[in-house]
């Protein structure tokens, strides 16, 4: 199977760890992953302002380089680049006279944009395509006795004519990790904000978030985190530096992309996890439980 | 807190503005307070969502204008997949943003921002805080 990849800015960088674990995983599913040859800044946020037309452009000319690349189909990991991307594609396939001015404004493109390339998240691939049943004959190291909580935030499950799961109570991750051999560990606040953007001007109130989110995942007995927005990354591990200064009775938890605990479990090297960048080291867990 | 209600306020070109650019009815909403109650930001918030949305069928324009809450929002939209009504509270709040944004009154000063705060952090935080806090 082949498939359009559209990684995003973030992946290229910070979570880079999120990246090479994917594309390592997906090689063993015998998943041949192309990153689009030129793409651009997906926007990070949906323009929500009903008459905010330019901010959709940044989306759309992503989807007309999928084109480009002879597909109608693109995979993105990021939670905000889906949920973006997919989203500004929804606008304009339900607005057509929206579509026009946008590609009116794009006149230099060679491609017209017609709304019929599909977005997918990586997990939708999983799920529905490569099917979770064939992702655990493929494991070759169970994640055996690793409680997992499975953290979505917001934006893969909202609003809900985007979201890629129940809206309330998705499943999806936790799903992926039982066919992983993991304990898959359900908690109250998978699907609480993590206060997103807010760790630039307000870090103060994303440790209030990250403190309530991992002490439920803890409460519930998790030891580790999974999930797949690389701000919520950040949040949920970076955070927790401010978060044991606010909180002197919170404990450290490590935090980690699910595309990483698949890789391990799928037998992928250490060097494609990248463990290195994180916060919160999550090595002495792995090692704890035979995985490293 | 002293408020005034009167015709002029609810006449105001500010509600026919918020519901232009939010897209939404603001009659709609019949304060059951849904919003509020699932708010992960509500400790953080001097107006809660669902009082947003009354002051603004109010016309509260300057109540709305200078408060945290708007700032505070991150668009999560758990009000949003909540609303009985179908309102999209996290559009509302978007609206105000924005008609504060559209007068140059950006919220985050990124030339404030230290090397420190900057470099700390994904790319992906400053591009949406920049997204959502300035014009």
New interface residues.
């Given amino acids: 199977m082949k498939i359009s990849y559209y990684p ?3 992946l290229k ?3 880079k760890n999120f990246e090479d674990s994917a594309l390592c995983s997906l090689k063993r599913l015998e998943v041949e992953a192309e990153e689009l040859e030129r793409w651009n ?1 997906c ?3 949906f ?6 037309l330019i ?1 959709h452009l940044a989306p759309i000319r992503n989807l007309i380089r999928v084109k480009e690349a002879n597909t109608n189909k693109v995979m993105t990991l ?1 939670a ?1 680049c889906f949920n973006t991307l997919k989203r500004a594609n929804e606008r304009v396939r339900s607005d057509p006279e929206s579509l026009d001015k946008i590609n009116e404004f794009m006149y230099r493109e060679e491609v017209k944009y017609e709304g019929d390339v599909q977005v997918l998240h990586l997990l939708e691939l999983l799920r529905d395509e490569i099917k979770f049943e064939n992702i655990a004959k493929k494991v070759v190291k169970p994640l055996k006795k690793l409680k997992i909580a499975s953290y979505y935030g ?1 934006l893969l499950v ?3 004519e985007i979201g890629l799961d129940d ?2 109570n998705p499943t999806v991750l936790e799903n992926l990790m039982t066919a992983l051999g993991a304990e898959a560990i359900d908690f109250p606040y998978k ?3 993590c ?7 307000k870090p103060e ?1 994303v440790a ?2 990250t403190y309530q989110i991992l002490t439920s995942a803890q409460a519930q007995g998790a030891e580790l985190v999974s999930l797949s927005c ?2 919520c990354a ?1 949040n949920l591990d ?1 955070r927790q530096k401010e978060t044991v200064q606010k909180y002197p009775e919170f404990k450290n938890m490590p935090i980690l992309y699910f595309t990483q605990l698949m890789a391990l479990a799928l037998g992928c090297p250490e060097k494609d996890l990248r463990l290195d960048l994180h916060y919160i080291d999550p090595k002495p867990i792995l090692r704890e439980k035979g995985l490293l | 807190m002293r408020i005034n209600i009167s015709r002029k306020k609810i006449k105001d070109p500010f509600v026919t503005k918020v519901e ?4 939404q009815n603001l009659l709609a909403c019949y304060q059951c307070g849904k919003c509020s109650a699932g708010c ?2 509500v ?2 918030m001097d107006i809660l969502p669902n009082q947003i949305i009354r002051y603004a069928q109010l016309g509260l324009k300057d109540e709305l204008m200078r408060s945290k809450s708007i700032w ?1 929002c ?5 009000c ?2 909540r609303c009985p009504k179908g309102i ?1 509270i ?2 509302v709040i ?2 105000i943003r ?1 008609i504060l944004l559209r007068k140059r009154e950006d919220h ?1 000063k990124v030339e404030k ?1 230290s090397d420190a ?1 900057k470099a ?10 920049m ?3 300035t014009s």
């Fill in positions: 995003g800015c973030t960088n910070n979570a800044c926007g990070t946020v323009s929500l302002a009903t008459d905010d901010h990021c905000m917001c909202r609003p809900k809206v309330e699907t609480e904000c206060a997103s953007y807010q760790t630039v001007d109130n209030d978030r690389p701000l950040f970076y | 232009e650019l939010s897209g992960p930001a400790s953080e505070i991150a668009s999560c939209f758990t949003n997949a999209n996290a559009e978007e609206a924005q985050l921002l705060q700390d952090v994904p790319p992906i935080a400053i591009i949406s805080s997204r959502k806090f």
